[in-house]
């Protein structure tokens, strides 16, 4: 992977990252915004159902209808039940609402933090590679080059063949290389 092509897919990664923080974001205030809204609706249900008894009561006792008005308040007092059970779901589900946001919220700091963490070993994986490359491609310049050496004293006579052996020319007083003199310098 050459380093243009990692460049991209680091920008593409952290582009991808920006935009699941602003999905994110967008996510937990539209959430915080419903809870709100359901928590506001539960508390207007209620404060209508206690306005209504409130009125309900004070018209039947201002009328002496006792039996009546015993009738109505248990009906009130069931409404006023069923009112604080809807209430109460309405908390529970904005409960959830916010645990869910909050469980968001973690997992994109996970992709936050394993991204990076990825573009890095990547990182890693590529500049390996690229030395192992090169490591190998100067061991086979190395071999060219000697190569290139026996061609050129081949062409230039100073090593041929003499009958079926291989013959170097050292000319007269040869200049001596190695640990105990064993190479001498072909004359080109």
Do not use: H
């Amino acid at each position: 992977m050459d380093v243009a092509v990692f460049k991209d897919l680091t920008l593409k990664l952290l582009a991808l990252a920006d935009r699941m923080e602003q999905r994110d974001e967008r996510f937990v205030g539209l959430l915080a915004q419903q809870v709100a809204e359901l928590q506001s609706a539960a508390q207007a249900v209620s404060n209508g159902g206690q306005a209504l008894a409130r009125d309900a009561l004070a018209m039947l006792r201002s009328q002496a209808r006792d039996a009546v008005a015993d009738s109505i308040a248990e009906a009130v007092k069931a409404s006023r039940t069923q009112l604080e059970a809807s209430a109460s779901s309405a908390s529970w589900s904005a409960r959830e609402v916010k645990e869910a946001a909050m469980e968001l919220r973690k997992q994109r700091g996970f992709w936050l933090w394993a991204a990076p963490m990825a573009l890095v070993a990547g990182a890693l994986l590529t500049a390996g590679g690229s030395s192992f490359l090169l490591w190998k491609n100067a061991k086979e310049l190395t071999r060219a080059e000697f190569g290139q050496d026996v061609l050129r004293a081949t062409q230039s006579g100073a090593l041929t063949r003499c009958g079926k052996a291989l013959c170097a020319k050292v000319g007269t007083k040869p200049k001596r290389f190695g640990k105990d003199g064993e190479y001498v310098l072909l004359q080109d």
